[in-house]
């Protein structure tokens, strides 16, 4: 994620530009250097004593997202592209414009350039190794909606969708909205925790740890100002309490 908003800062700086391509059923693409046998599928006749070895990963093998990386990187190495050091999911390549930047997730990418041929020039790349999707325009990502304004020389990130999803799984709909996350004076410790067993047991309902978990990615995204409370109340996922 950090990966992801450096390089939307760097398009931000430099007025680069930016799209968004999906690699089709990208694991069935995928090299595979380990000897894996399958059963035979039902429906194949005269074949139930023969077993198959794979020559490609398939969805739900083990290797599957590994051999995928491993393919994918082969393919940006052979195009000129430098895996950064400090992610190595982030490629960059230089071209006569500045730089390329293309950030990988799974099969997930966003491709930043200062020109629309250089953008070209890399999608061409990757759509004569494997079935690729263009998404146009970067707009949304790992739950991060992206708002770049070219003619305004903005760039912004939100997570409205993300958020109202997360509002709604946890039933919190008709929550009055508040400026502060943190009612003035609260204090949290242990000693709110539960006590006894009945008070662990009518807890162990509450999706504490999957609503924590929510607001700490929001935090990381695009709201630190909720960083204090998320991480305070991070610290009570063993054994959270009715104010937590």
């Known amino acids: 994620m950090n990966s992801i908003r450096v390089v939307l800062s760097v398009c931000a700086a430099y007025e680069y530009r930016m799209e968004q391509l999906d690699a089709d059923t990208a694991f069935l693409n995928s090299e595979l250097k380990d000897r894996v046998y399958m059963e035979v599928p ?3 006749e005269n074949a139930r004593d023969y077993q198959y070895q794979l020559n490609k990963a398939i969805y739900g093998l083990m290797q599957a997202a590994s051999a995928w990386n491993k393919t994918i990187h082969r393919v940006f190495l052979g195009n000129g592209f430098k895996s950064c050091g400090a992610d190595q999911c982030v490629y960059v390549k230089g071209s006569k414009n500045g730089f390329i930047y293309v950030c990988l997730y799974v099969d997930d990418m966003i491709i930043a ?3 629309s041929e250089d953008i070209r020039e890399v999608k061409d790349a990757l759509k004569n190794a494997f079935k690729m999707k263009e998404l146009g325009p970067a707009k949304f990502i790992l739950g991060m909606e992206i708002d770049h304004d070219m003619t305004a020389e903005t ?10 999803d997360v509002v709604e799984r946890f039933g919190q709909e008709n929550a009055k909205p508040v400026d502060n996350p943190c009612a003035a004076g609260l204090k949290l410790s242990k000693t709110q925790s539960p006590g006894t067993d009945a008070e662990q047991n009518a807890m162990r309902s509450k999706p504490y740890r999957s609503l924590i978990g929510c ?12 960083a204090f409370m998320a991480t305070q109340l991070s610290r009570f ?3 959270p309490g009715q104010q937590h």
């Open 113 to 115: 350039a200062k020109t």
């Open 155 to 164: 760039l912004k990130i939100k997570q409205t969708r993300y958020i109202d």
């Open 237 to 239: 996922l063993e054994n």
């Open 42 to 44: 039902f429906g194949i």
């Open 215 to 226: 607001l700490l990615y929001i935090t990381t995204c695009t709201r630190p100002d909720i």
